[in-house]
């Protein structure tokens, strides 16, 4: 894409500092204080501009977005959301001859696929446009710390084997959150996914932003742009009838347990991920895990040519997991993976 513009969601590691991430390390709020702090400057944020807020208006909210395609060729799409409750809303994104439509129910939400694979920067529009972590998620602080005379952000502990951190970026002065910070898996190694905040609008009581542009690894990758977000007190019913097709995925009040690999053994026709190989082949597939802990409704999200498309699919089909659960219930979760192929061609 050829204009280059701030930032959202970016990848925060211990042992390897972006330049954000190297101001962030340098000083810290004393950790008595970090978590309430940090969790009042979240809440205010939430005040300020989540829309989605238990009792909040009806609206109907529509997007652009464009991004680069594998080609480089720059791709256009349109996001539509219709929300009257966080138990009644409707999703819908378009981008090609491609169309994903979600619809929530108030312990579930449904969503079906159409045309080819959906390009994983289109499958983020969605999370990108709902700013905010979901209320029942547990997030345990570790830092605070001043990026800058105006913007201060704060920074959860590690999390797993690569001492991933999550961090959230405010606005001193408006405290309206400027920039959202979030691990991403790029290859072999793990990058900054990082999308940011501009051009607040009021809508009601809150303050909501017009443009969202992201960027992983410092290079621009997705621009959000805000046509239009009304009122919408009596949607229409029939707009949140799942459609004929959709698959059920469990929507949990409180913080799931995700699917635990049980067997998940490797392509058999190619090169195996372990083995020394000048090229890699990364293939990154979309899945739901029911109840049972079987794959289903598989889809690619980031090719890695049509033969190692082919193989992961055959592949992950015959993975099994030891079903999500919540509230130690199990339940169906709609997840992401990754198959790599080390090959010399």
């Not at 330049?19 to 978590?35: E, F, R």
């Amino acid at each position: 894409m050829a204009v280059a513009l701030p930032r959202f969601m970016m990848l925060l590691r211990v042992t390897v500092c972006s330049t954000i991430l190297l101001v962030l390390c340098s000083s810290a709020s004393p950790v008595d204080d970090v978590q309430k702090t940090a969790e009042e400057m979240l809440n205010r944020a939430r005040q300020l501009s989540d829309i989605r807020s238990p009792n909040a208006p009806g609206f109907r909210l529509n997007v652009t977005f464009s991004f680069a395609g594998p080609d480089l060729d720059t791709l256009h799409g349109t996001y539509t959301e219709v929300w009257k409750s966080n138990s009644q809303w409707r999703r819908e994104t378009v981008v090609g001859d491609f169309r994903r439509i979600e619809i929530g129910g108030p312990d579930r939400y449904w969503l079906i696929d159409g045309g080819k694979d959906l390009p994983e920067e289109a499958a983020r529009v969605a999370t990108v446009v709902d700013m905010f972590p979901k209320r029942s998620a547990t997030i345990e602080f570790e830092t605070i710390t001043d990026l800058g005379p105006t913007t201060q952000c704060a920074v959860t502990k590690a999390e797993g084997e690569r001492h991933l951190k999550h961090a959230f970026c405010f606005d001193k002065d408006k405290h309206l959150l400027k920039e959202n910070v979030a691990p991403q898996e790029f290859f072999t190694r793990a990058v900054d996914y990082s999308c940011h905040y501009n051009r607040f609008r009021k809508f009601g009581d809150y303050w909501f932003p017009q443009e969202v542009v992201c960027f992983m690894d410092r290079r621009q990758r997705l621009e959000a742009r805000v046509v239009d977000l009304s009122p919408e007190p009596s949607p229409e019913t029939a707009l949140f009838t799942p459609p004929a097709g959709a698959v059920g995925i469990g929507d949990c009040s409180v913080t799931p347990v995700p699917p635990e690999a049980v067997s998940t053994p490797q392509p058999r026709s190619m090169l195996l991920p372990s083995q020394v190989g000048e090229h890699l082949h990364l293939v990154m597939v979309r899945m739901v895990v029911d109840t049972k802990g079987k794959p289903q409704d598989l889809r690619i999200t980031r090719s890695g040519g049509k033969k190692f498309d082919e193989a992961t699919l055959e592949t992950v089909r015959a993975w099994r997991y030891k079903p999500g659960t919540c509230n130690g219930e199990p339940m169906t979760v709609l997840m992401s993976t990754d198959v790599k192929f080390w090959t010399d061609e």
